[in-house]
Every structure is written in structure tokens, then in C-alpha cells.
């Protein structure tokens, strides 16, 4: 993945978007979304004290094409994002307020996807001496970064990138209201072997690149395909009938626009018939 975001003049988290921002529009078939993207710090001065989060979201419209290769894609993306940062001043909420959008505290007004990368630099080891009397001995202390927990998901779908000392990987946070965490890991594992495919290929049309990986694939086609049966070839189709009459007389066994008689009825209309034809 890194070699090919050199290889097309990027880094690997703008490629990790460009691959969510081409996975969405196949998972919901929209081609135009919006998806909120944390931007630089709203007051860069290293001087003045942070005492609150001043990362602020963009609201970023992707048009998926789903005719352009994945490259395509990508330098899209990488203008798309270029366009963005020049509004970085704007904060979101300012935005909100200029575009008149009503507000509602249970969701956000402009993007109900989100985009986050962030990058942690090697953990700091401390190494210092423990007295105890007389005798002191060496010790190293390791640190770690850890993430802060998320007590709610603030938009339906977000997915962070961390890259860490020891290489990087996937946090999503969503909507448990909306969907089920294996809905989400069935999303992810499709994700990654769409990302997968165009990083293979990055000439290939973005709308023929899978999007679930191909064990899944094959158990859809193939699985849930195998349907076959074996029966008494030497019974009619109307023995197997006759069963369904005996064993399941309440159930459907012809449908035709609004009508339909029950297996039971189906019967009562074939003796009917029968009895019409010896009269006759």
C-alpha cells in the first residue's frame, strides 16, 4: 500500500481514503457522498495551550465514477482533499451556521461518514536507577499510546487509521442503532479486499473491484447455490404433489397476481375437475 501511494505521488493515508471514499458509493449505491474529514488543527500555534480537541471536520463531496480506475480515482481524491484543506479556517460549526442547516444533537447536518487518520511517533522508553539501600539496579520503562475510549459513536460510520511504530491499523466506530457488529466486520473484511484488488491493480475500473473477499464470494454463488436434491425418479411430478396435499394442506402451492389457493384447495379443484371429465 505505501509503494503504490509513492508511487502516485501520495501517502498512504490519502490512499486509504480513496479507497473508503470508492467503498461506500458500492456498499450504498449512491455515487455522490458526502464524508466529513478531520483537517489540520484549527490554531496551529504550538505557543498557546491546548486545553480542547482543536482538530476540525471538513465536509469532503466525493462523486464516485464508478468508469475510472482506481489511479484516476485516486488523483481525484488527492485534488479533493487539496480543495478541502484551503477551508480549514472554517470550523464545522461555523459552517453550519453560514449554510443555515438545522441542527439536530442526535446527528450531524452535513456527513453521516467519517474519515480520520492519525499518526502516533514511537513511544518514548525510560530508563533510569532504583536505589533500595545500598544496592541499586537498572530499569527500563516502556510507554505505549493508547487511544481514548468512545462511550457513543459520533456519526453513523467512522473510520480512523493509526499508524503506530509497530505498523498500522483499523478503528471504526459506529452506530449501534443502525448496525450490527457483523454487519460492520462483514464491511470491513470487504473494505480490505477491495483496497487489496486496486492496490494490485490500480488500472481497473473502481465500479469492478470486489468488494467482499472471495471465500464470501464463492460461499454466495457457490453455497448457497447448492441446492440439489436427489428424489425417486420413478414418482410423477403429481405424487410429489399429492405429498404436499397430505403433509402441508394450509400452504401456498399456487400464486398468480392477487390469487392464490392452498394446497388443499388445489386438490379440491382438481377432483373437481376429475369428476367433471368422468361425467363427461
Known sequence: ARSCASAAGTDLETLLFSAFAAYLPRLSGQNDLVIGVE????????????????????????????QATFQEHLHAQVKLLDKAQAHRHL????????????????????????????????????????????????????????????????????????TQADGLRLVCHYSTELFSEDTI???????????????????????????????QLEQIIFGWNKTQKDFDRQRTVLDFIQEQIHSHPAQTAIRFGESSLSYAQLNQRLENIAAALHKA
Open 39 to 66: 483537517s489540520q488543527p484549527l490554531y496551529p500555534n504550538p505557543g498557546l495551550p491546548a486545553i480542547a480537541s482543536t482538530q476540525n471536520m471538513l465536509p469532503v463531496l466525493s462523486t464516485f465514477n464508478p
Open 91 to 162: 470550523s464545522l460549526a461555523e459552517l453550519i451556521h453560514l449554510l443555515q442547516l438545522p441542527r439536530d444533537q442526535s446527528r450531524s447536518a452535513l456527513f453521516s461518514a467519517a474519515w480520520r487518520s492519525w499518526r502516533f511517533p514511537t513511544p518514548p522508553v525510560f530508563e533510569t536507577t532504583l536505589k533500595d539501600g545500598s544496592a541499586s539496579r537498572p530499569v527500563r520503562l516502556e510507554s505505549a499510546f493508547l487511544l481514548p475510549p468512545v462511550a457513543s459513536a459520533r456519526y453513523d460510520l467512522e473510520l480512523i487509521a493509526v
Open 185 to 215: 466486520s462483514s464491511w470491513l473484511a470487504g473494505w480490505i479486499a477491495f483496497l487489496d484488488a486496486a492496490i494490485q491493480d490500480t488500472s481497473s475500473p473502481c465500479g469492478r473491484l470486489p468488494i467482499m473477499p472471495e471465500q
